[in-house]
């Protein structure tokens, strides 16, 4: 029955890092560009110069 109460605790403070961590990711800036993903598959990517090279 203690390692309930034991698995009870660590599982409440990971997930208050993990909500810390949320909060930190969002007051930094982490999800304010809404429009770019939307937009990066209308775009072509460039291709590298090793993929281009024929043996």
Do not use: C
Not at 5 to 34: C, K, M, T
């Amino acid at each position: 029955m203690n390692i309930l109460f034991v698995l009870i605790g660590v599982s409440l403070f990971a997930a208050l890092i993990f909500l810390a961590l949320f909060i930190w990711a969002v007051r930094s800036g982490q999800y304010e560009d809404n429009y770019t993903p939307s937009i990066r598959i209308l775009f072509e990517e460039e291709e590298d110069d090793e993929k281009n090279v024929k043996m």
